[in-house]
T-cell receptor, first 111, second 115 residues
Framework: RKEVEQDPGPFNVPEGATVAFNCTYS??????FFWYRQDCRKEPKLLMSVYSSGNEDGRFTAQLNRASQYISLLIRDSKLSDSATYLCVVTPRGGGFKTIFGAGTRLFVKA | SAVISQKPSRDICQRGTSLTIQCQVD?????MFWYRQQPGQSLTLIAT?????????ESGFVIDKFPISRPNLTFSTLTVSNMSPEDSSIYLC????????????FGPGTRLTVL
């Protein structure tokens, strides 16, 4: 079993749609959680951190479920510019900087 | 966030040769990281580079194949030695964030093709 698993997609949605991605992780001692965005042929960039209480940033909402060991990302009112690969990222507790990247979920938003 | 640059941005190399990739940061950072992203896959950590000490390599990566230098707090190099086509990949350096040491900022990457 991979340490971090994501549905690779692709997700093809129309503009304005709401889309949700899930990510599961295997290490119950994981400490920090993030969603990164990677555009085609570009480096990954931090989209948002994921907190236990859940957090929202504009059209983006991230949630963490420690009991079930998954995190989610919800995108509302999708824009064409949201088309990208979304990487789930997990850092274990006490693991220094052993950051684990998921393989990513590809999103295509169509006009 | 830190501004990170990498050189070269891309290269095409013959098998058996070596390539050194440079990573420059606009601020002093304690730790720098080198990742590999093979086509269609996610990022895999190669090693962590601290200034003044030897790099720490992840399982599956060895110093002879991927020697790393970290001469100061703003610069690091990764060498891909004795290359084979399997080394074709994007190589990225990154640094930890300021707000949270578990957040990372990435350089633009070096796209390497080995023939």
């Amino acid at each position: 079993r991979k340490e971090v698993e994501q549905d690779p997609g692709p997700f093809n949605v129309p503009e304005g749609a709401t889309v949700a991605f899930n990510c599961t992780y295997s290490n119950s001692a994981s400490q920090s959680f993030f969603w990164y965005r990677q555009d085609c042929r570009k480096e990954p960039k931090l989209l948002m951190s994921v907190y236990s209480s859940g957090n929202e940033d504009g059209r983006f909402t991230a949630q963490l479920n420690r009991a079930s060991q998954y995190i989610s990302l919800l995108i509302r009112d999708s824009k064409l510019s949201d088309s990208a690969t979304y990487l789930c990222v997990v850092t274990p507790r006490g693991g220094g900087f052993k950051t684990i990247f998921g393989a990513g979920t590809r999103l295509f938003v169509k006009a | 966030s830190a501004v990170i640059s990498q050189k070269p941005s891309r290269d095409i190399c013959q098998r058996g040769t070596s390539l050194t990739i440079q990573c420059q940061v606009d601020s002093q950072v304690t730790m720098m990281f080198w990742y590999r992203q093979q086509p269609g896959q996610s990022l895999t950590l190669i090693a962590t580079a601290n200034q003044g000490s030897e790099a720490t390599y992840e399982s599956g990566f060895v110093i002879d194949k991927f020697p790393i230098s970290r001469p100061n707090l703003t610069f690091s190099t990764l060498t891909v030695s004795n290359m084979s086509p399997e080394d074709s990949s994007i190589y990225l350096c990154s640094v930890e964030g300021v707000r949270s040491y578990n957040e990372q900022f990435f350089g633009p990457g070096t796209r390497l093709t080995v023939l």
